[in-house]
Every structure is written in C-alpha cells, then in structure tokens.
C-alpha cells in the first residue's frame, strides 16, 4: 500500500484479499526470510547501541537516565542500526512488491540471496546501500520515540503499581509499555518510513541526499497528504504485539541476567 499509486488498493482489507485471490496465502509471507534471518542481529545491535548511549550520557549504568537522554541514546541507536536495517528492510520491500515489478524486470527473485546478489551486480555497493539516509531519516525520530514510549509508560506504571520500582513489574505492564512504545514509533516516523519504502523501490539507487525531499514531493503531488499514511492502521496494529512482546522480553531477560551475575 505503501508503494503503490493510488487506487490499486482500496484499503487494508481490499489489499489483503487481492494479495490472497492472485497470489495464494503464501503471497502473505512475500519478502519474510529477510527479516527473519537478520531481525537478531538488528535488535541485538538497536538495543546495545541504546544501552551504550545511556551509559555514555550518565556516566554509570546504575544511573536512571531522564526521558530526554531515553530519546538521545534512541536516535543515537537508530542511526547506529540503520547499517543493517536499510538493506535488511531493501530486500524485504523488493521481494514483496515483485508481483507488480517482474514484468518489468523479467526477473523473479525467489529470495533475498538472489536478490541481493543481483542488486551488487547491477549497482555494486549501491545496490545493497540503497536508501540507506532514507532509513537514517526515518530511525532517528523513529527510535527516540519507541524508547521514551516506552519508559514513560513503564514508570507510570511503576508510580502506579510498584511504588515506583520499575524492576518489580509484571509481564503485562511491561507488555502494555511496549505496544505504548511501538505505537509512539510509528505516530512519529510513518511518512519516512513511507518516503523510503518508495525509495527502495525505485528503478535505480538514487544519488545524494536530495532524493528524500524528490520523493516527498512526488508522493505528495500524486495523493497529497493521505499518501504519507497508506497502509498506517495495519502497521500500527502490527507494533502492539510486536513491540510488547520486543520490550517485554528485553526487561525480563536483562533482570535474569543480573540476577545471575550477582
């Protein structure tokens, strides 16, 4: 919904029974083996760099850092994993909107090796780099807001149930901060993750940084503002679980950890 022109699809709904009456319910799962294979390593990395960034602004691990340094070391860890989340994400939006391409390209790829294989023939390093500043532009405000979501609703939590212990919460406030957190990621960022969806998909890896704004004023001129939010409520809907379970675990597997090292 994202990429294409307006009219192609009516909706979220009118797109998922579309996908289903021409490609069959495994055209639902186009463009997954790229963000299965690398979401590890892109969490890993997102959430050591927002640890490190944490520690670098207070000085101690110990130390409680305030939201405004929560949102720092956020934009901090999205510029730091958007080297693995641009061609992780590159791959998957090529392999999902294929479909429409193939005629064009008279290539199917039947995954991201091919593909990626593909674009380093064509492009070189530019075919794996492709929109790598659109996913820098996009994860700065991006992370910022999915970590201070997320720990403003969890000491509101704490104030609220734990006497403002956030370390004794239970799974499903660490959940509900989560979805809070995946919520706020998206409210904020959702037109650049739209700008470089439409980048990644283009004919050829662009030059420049001028390419963000190009691309913000074509989609603009084609659906005006309604353009920047197509396919918005699937996305959000998606980050509630995604995100409470992300944060959820993180919490509890770090308080294990801690528990063990004592």
């Known amino acids: ?22 490609e069959g319910v495994l055209g639902l799962y186009k463009g997954m083996a790229s963000p299965l294979v690398g979401i590890a390593a892109v969490n890993s990395l997102l959430f050591w760099a927002y640890s490190y960034g944490k520690t670098l602004q207070t000085g101690s691990a110990d130390v409680t850092p305030t939201l405004r340094q929560i949102a ?14 641009s061609p992780v994400e590159l791959l998957k939006v090529r392999l999902q909107v294929q479909y429409n391409t193939a005629s064009e390209a008279n290539t199917v790829f039947r995954g991201p090796i091919p593909l990626a294989r593909y674009l380093i023939q064509q492009f070189g390093f530019r ?13 700065i405000p991006a992370y910022a807001a999915f ?21 004794k919460l239970g799974t499903l406030p660490l959940m509900l901060s989560g979805s809070a957190g995946g919520v706020s990621l998206w409210a904020v960022s959702y037109p650049l993750d739209v700008i470089k969806s ?3 998909n283009g004919k050829a ?6 390419y963000i704004a190009a691309t913000a004023r074509e989609i603009a001129a084609e659906q005006g ?4 939010f197509r396919g918005f409520s699937p996305t959000v809907i998606r980050s509630i679980p995604a995100a409470g379970v ?16 004592k």
């Not at 699809?9 to 021409?22: A, E, S």
């Not at 075919?127 to 994860?139: H, N, P, S």
């Open 1 to 22: 919904m994202q990429i294409e022109k307006a009219g192609v699809f009516q909706g979220p709904i009118d797109c998922l029974l579309k996908t289903v009456k021409n």
């Open 72 to 85: 720092v070391a956020g934009a901090g860890a999205g510029i730091v994993n958007s080297v693995l989340a």
């Open 127 to 139: 075919g794996i780099a492709w929109g790598f500043w659109a996913t820098v532009a996009r994860e």
């Open 147 to 167: 970590y201070a979501g997320f720990e403003f609703t969890k000491r509101r939590f704490a104030d609220a149930l734990t006497n403002g212990d956030a370390s």
């Open 198 to 200: 439409r980048v990644q």
């Open 205 to 210: 890896p662009p030059k420049g940084l001028g």
């Open 225 to 228: 503002i309604k353009g920047f």
């Open 246 to 261: 992300t944060f959820a675990t993180y919490e509890l597997v770090m308080r294990a950890l801690g528990s063990n090292s």
